[in-house]
């Protein structure tokens, strides 16, 4: 069978050179002699290079490359490399790959649009702090930018242990110190604060069962929405006493840390309805949620069933999506947020309207607007209010997580907190779970 053109598992020949009878094999566009035709010695030196070549990323190194002002290879080479050796990397065990792998494309694209042709060698730390500018300008916050400049030192890291650049070039971008708070022009982000229960009530009857659940367990564990959202049954150890939730994945995995869920009589009660035969099937689906939804509609249906459409006749045949077999933590967050405007619709002069519309499939000759002409008619400023309102009125699940923190650290202790949410330092649930200040209000008024 022909191996496919442009395949990029093809290894470069080993060839003759026939004016001077030596070998020959080519790398990024230059050759490299080998010595004697069929010779073991040129065989050796071919695995060598080539070996070199391959564990560089496909990338000609700094020593072979030509000598002169572009000497080295540039930038955007070296983020290519990096790129291909990420791809395969940042990967969990099921395949899947992790949202770092978004975050780096984040932070190397600023990179790659000022000084993608430039060569690596010439990349410093002005250089740098120009990229890093560029953030600033792009409107990123503080803590963000420190994050993704960090993410580009350690392309260049990965570089330099590769020999793609010298180590001197990585050693010279660790110089560029941090944003300080109130100390650049960066905005500062806003702290991820805990969401009162009775917000999270509010939602129940605009979600559906599946998202309810898990928006619940949440509440409860203070697990986190990738853990929550991808688990199976053959990750609980059940039986008559506690459960146990070990997700097959989670966000330290990767540093060789146990995570465990501890689960109770409630955590039980949610899931009994939701556990599957097939142990390896997603606990929480959409296309369940969409099955369970058609289901609902069906049985409200006022029609005859000798009349109008038979269920399952008005679908389309090929649907651009369909519902996958797990939620993931975007549809989660969407899911909630549209729950959110449906549970604190804003005011009449904000709200979306209804227009005319022509056509058969138009209700009583109205249609709702769309989201340009919501946008046209509210104007810049009442626009502005009504993105404020939704930031007032609207939560997210990683909300959750801060408000199961901070009840187990009330109730428990900071130390108990640490150990239901996962963390190895007290520092980090420090930002997880809210200080319990009452206590300090109380004592102060009587002491006062």
């Known amino acids: 069978m022909p191996r496919p053109r442009g395949s990029f598992k093809a290894l470069p020949n080993y060839r003759l050179h026939k004016p001077s009878g030596r070998a020959v094999v080519t790398l990024a566009g230059r050759d490299h002699y080998l010595g004697a035709y069929g010779s073991k010695e040129s065989r050796d030196l071919y695995d060598r290079v080539v070996g070199e070549w391959l564990a560089s990323g ?78 600033v300008r792009l409107g990123w916050c503080r803590t963000h930018i420190n994050r993704q400049v960090n993410r580009i030192r350690h392309v260049f890291k990965w570089a330099a242990g590769r020999e793609l650049v010298p180590s001197s ?30 917000y999270v009530e509010a939602i129940e009857p605009y979600v559906s069962r599946q998202v309810w659940a898990m928006v619940k367990l949440q509440w409860i564990t203070g697990m986190r929405s990738g853990e929550v959202t991808r688990m199976t049954t053959s990750a609980i150890e059940t039986g008559d006493g506690q459960w146990v939730y070990r997700p097959a994945a989670h966000k330290t995995q990767h540093h060789g840390h146990l995570r465990e869920v501890y689960m109770g009589e409630q955590c039980k009660q949610i899931l009994a309805t939701f556990l599957k035969p097939d142990f390896a099937a997603f606990i929480f689906s959409p296309a369940d949620a969409e099955c369970e939804r058609r289901e609902e509609q069906h049985e409200a249906r006022k029609t005859p069933p000798s009349c109008g459409n038979t269920p399952g006749s008005n679908r389309a045949r090929r649907p651009r999506r ?101 963390h190895k330092t007290l520092s980090v649930t420090e930002i997880y779970a809210e200080k319990n200040v009452e206590a300090a209000r109380q004592i102060m008024g009587k002491v006062g």
């Open 169 to 198: 070039v990585y050693h010279a971008l660790q110089a560029v110190e941090g944003l300080k708070a109130g100390r650049s022009e960066a905005k500062e982000s806003k702290p991820v604060k805990p969401v009162a229960w009775s």
């Open 322 to 422: 369909s519902p996958g077999d797990r939620y993931t933590v975007e549809a989660y967050c969407k899911a909630i947020h549209a729950a959110c405007d449906a549970a604190f619709p804003p005011p009449d002069e904000l709200a979306r309207q209804r227009v005319s519309a022509r056509g058969r499939k138009a209700k009583k000759g109205t249609r709702w607007e769309t989201s340009a002409e919501w946008k046209s008619r509210l104007g810049k400023e009442m626009w502005a209010r009504l993105r404020r309102w939704r930031e007032t009125h609207r939560w997210h699940p990683h909300q959750l997580r801060h408000s199961a923190g901070t009840r187990l650290r009330k109730e428990f202790g900071v130390e108990a907190a640490q150990v239901i949410l996962g």
């Open 58 to 135: 496909r990338v000609q190194t700094p020593d072979a490359a030509p000598t002169g002002a572009t000497a080295g290879i540039t930038v955007v080479e070296v983020i290519a490399a990096f790129w291909r050796h990420a791809q395969t990397y940042y990967r969990r065990p099921d395949g899947t790959t992790t949202k770092e792998l978004r975050n780096l494309k984040n932070a190397l694209r600023p990179l790659k649009r000022l000084y993608g042709p430039t060569p690596a060698l010439a990349f410093g730390p002005v250089a740098l702090r120009a990229v890093r500018d560029e953030m």
